[in-house]
């Protein structure tokens, strides 16, 4: 099982992190990080961003089993990156799975992979994806044929081990959940915006520009 997890720059650290923690714990997985070109991406500019290793180039990797695209403000850049849309294009053609967290979705769609889909994403985004011809749903992970998409950010853990359970089973699932000792319980009810209180959502609403593309 050949799993490729997409790493670039300005990209949101748990998309990525999230669902490697758990695909790496499949039997016979192979995990590797790729990117446009190898190299350290940098989750945020400068030293505050965490460094994710891409070891290999997309190009290295032509045929992953499964393939994992997160999302974060760069992605606004890797739309118009027609050598990555190929390269998924190209890829999802014998995936097994092609999944994605967050507005890695937006990639996907960019790439044509969403048309007529079901699919889900950032809350925020939710529009954005309709663009891509997808049909956008709340839900918090969503299987649509080999397409797997995973709402934001935490949503990733979530989407990994729905993934998890469908390659390998319950059993295995659960005890990778329990290993990982994936067990939620947040302080507030507040992470959904039907369910969080109004000034938040009207706050990350006014603030979505800064938020998904990092301009003010």
Not at 43 to 49: F, L, Q, V
């Amino acid at each position: 099982m050949d799993i490729a997890i997409l790493a670039f720059d300005n990209m949101a650290a748990l998309d990525a992190i999230g669902p490697f923690e758990v695909l790496a714990h499949l039997p016979d997985a192979t995990v590797t990080w790729v990117g446009t070109e190898p190299g350290v991406k940098r989750t945020e500019e400068g030293s505050r961003g965490v460094g994710i290793v891409a070891d290999a180039a997309i190009d290295d990797v032509p045929h992953p089993d499964i393939v994992v695209v997160p999302g974060g403000r760069g992605e606004q850049v890797l739309r118009n990156d027609e050598h990555l849309m190929s390269w998924l294009r190209a890829a999802h053609e014998t995936t097994q799975w092609t999944t994605s967290v967050c507005t890695g979705s937006l990639l996907l769609g960019a790439a044509g992979l969403l048309q007529g889909k079901r699919a889900t994403s950032h809350w925020l985004a939710l529009e954005e994806l309709e663009r891509f011809g997808a049909h956008p749903t709340l839900e918090r992970v969503v299987i649509d044929g080999k397409i797997v998409t995973g709402a934001g950010v935490s949503a990733g853990i979530d989407m990994a081990l729905t993934l998890a359970a469908e390659i390998a089973g319950d059993e295995v699932a659960q005890t990778i959940q329990l290993g990982i000792e994936y067990d939620p319980q947040p302080p507030f009810d507040a992470g959904s915006p039907l369910k969080a209180p109004e000034f938040s959502v009207d706050f990350l609403r006014k603030s979505s520009r800064f938020l998904l593309t990092g301009e003010r």
